[in-house]
């Protein structure tokens, strides 16, 4: 029997271990098959919430806030690419930009009600990671919303308007409370957490744990 699983992904639409982590729980949740019935919701987080809107190259933004070099740069980045590549993903390889997310997040929580949020989700991912493209934009988010089946007109009218926006705010301020300080965390049942792009076995691994302790609560309360 299936036995059931709720997961909020709390993720931004520019943390490359974001993708990574998905993947990676995508796959585990594969591997596990008809032992979890999952139910996935992707939970807002601006990892650079004061982002200018013309966005700031990745380097010097990478510099600024963690006092990287450029040899640790091109490092972790090519540590990114593998992992990557190793869950199916592509990170183009060059320099791209930065830029604010939240208009991202206000769509992805129209299409949650639309029941298009992981679709849209994964092809924002590929659009700013793959592509480069601006995820600031309004026209790049209503192109990405078509592209998933979700209504144009309609996603431009939630851009062009503040809908969404009070219940994205609450949201992020919800999970800052509960002591999400990076990202992607990954909450089981809203009371495991798991932190960071893990490999597939340690989601495996995880779920397994989870389903096998709250199997045994219930099984002492009978």
């Known amino acids: 029997m299936s036995t059931p699983l709720k ?3 709390i993720s ?3 943390c490359p271990w974001c993708i990574i982590g998905l993947r990676a729980l ?3 949740l594969e591997h596990l098959g008809d032992e ?10 601006e990892l650079n919430p004061k982002m200018v809107p013309e966005g700031q190259e990745i380097f010097e933004h990478i510099a600024e806030k963690y006092g990287s070099t450029h040899e640790q740069y091109q490092a972790n980045a090519e540590n990114i690419r593998e992992r990557g590549a190793e869950l199916g993903f592509v990170f183009k390889p060059g ?7 939240f208009d991202a997040h206000r769509l992805l929580h129209w299409a949650e009600l639309e029941g ?3 679709a849209l989700k994964e092809a924002l991912f590929t659009a700013y990671f793959s592509q480069h493209a601006d995820v600031s934009s309004h026209k790049v988010l209503a192109d990405v919303a078509q592209k998933v089946g979700m209504d144009r007109v309609r996603a431009e009218a939630v851009l062009a308007s503040d809908q969404y926006a009070a219940q994205v705010r609450e949201l992020e301020e919800l999970w800052v409370t509960r002591g999400v300080s990076s990202v992607p965390t990954i909450v ?5 957490a798991v932190t960071g792009g893990q490999p597939v076995d340690v989601f495996v691994g ?3 744990q989870i389903i096998s302790e709250q199997s045994s609560v219930v099984n002492a309360d009978e």
């Open 7 to 9: 997961i909020d992904f």
């Open 12 to 14: 931004d639409v520019s």
């Open 95 to 101: 320099d791209r930009r930065i830029y604010n997310t």
């Open 116 to 118: 298009k949020q992981q």
């Open 26 to 28: 995508d796959q585990a």
């Open 188 to 192: 089981f049942n809203d009371q495991y």
């Open 206 to 208: 995880a779920i397994r």
């Open 36 to 45: 979890v019935q999952a139910h996935i919701h992707f939970q807002p987080f």
